[in-house]
């Protein structure tokens, strides 16, 4: 099927990271017109422009999506470059490997990944929309990037679930409604990505006793490549394929049902005694 992304204009943020670069180069394929967005990785992008080749339909743009300023310069360099922005992946996104329960999270921590993860989506997609204004098309697409983390929480990392949750619930649902106001036939939708192979995650997934305790919640029993969301995310960004999709969130998880949280040693069922004598 040809998803007609052919000289569509898309901008993908956190393109340094890893499933950033797998959607330029999915996008690539197709024969987008791509910016990239980095934030400090400049030469990642520039190994992508070399692999890839094809500067004409590649543009860089650097920005630390926590300013609105950088923000604003970030959309008017990709405007210059290739006009009308028609499709936006909010993709870059942080956590830290580092788990903390709530009582020993610090404010700082908290409020940098609200910033990266919440404030830097907002600010994107108001100066998508205001893109959008002057054009005034009919189609457009905004794909979110959200998490598992914001369907099932998760222990230790309440500031990223929290950011998660709300791009997948309050934002695509929002914004859905808010978009037709641009685009008569826009559509905002998030990929909800589970345990993904990147470096992001690489860290986590060391231990193998924990990828198995990962998978007793996941029926196809594997994590997912960058490839697996990027297709996601094509899908989503193609009116030809997902035309008559919008607000909605794509989990993709192998069908994960939730998080094992404790071992068989760690649960005590005397309980049911007590019970049964009731
Ligand atoms: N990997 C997983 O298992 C997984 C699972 C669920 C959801 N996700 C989500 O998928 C998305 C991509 O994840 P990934 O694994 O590909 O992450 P990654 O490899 O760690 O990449 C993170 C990206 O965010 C950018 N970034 C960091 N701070 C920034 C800032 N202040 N301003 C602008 N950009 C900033 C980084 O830019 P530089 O490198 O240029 O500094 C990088 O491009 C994220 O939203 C993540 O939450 C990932």
Known sequence: MDLQLKDKH??????????GRAIVEALYEEDSKITLHVFKNIEIAKDLLRKLGGEDRLHVVQADLRKEEDVSKMFKSANDEYGRIDGLVANAGIWSP?????????LERWNNIIKVNLTGVFLCVKEFFKNLEKYLEK??????????????GEAGYADYSATKSALMYGLTKTWKNEIIHFAKLGRVNTVAPGWTYTQMAEESLKDEAEVKKILQTIPLRKIASVEDIASSVLFLLSDIASGHISGE?????????????????????????????D
């Not at 993908?12 to 499933?19: D, E, N, Q």
């Not at 189609?139 to 099932?152: D, E, R």
């Not at 989990?251 to 649960?267: H, N, S, T």
Request: charged share 20%; hydrophobic share 40%.
């Open 249 to 277: 969130t794509l989990v993709v998880a192998g069908g994960m049902e939730g998080r094992r949280l404790f071992d068989q040693k760690e649960i005590d069922v005397n309980f049911l005694k007590k019970l049964r004598k």
């Open 139 to 152: 189609q457009a697409s905004v794909v979110l990037i959200g998490s598992t983390a914001g369907s099932f």
């Open 98 to 106: 580092e788990p903390k329960l709530t009582s020993q999270l610090s």
């Open 10 to 19: 898309i901008l993908v943020t956190g393109a340094s990271g890893g499933i």
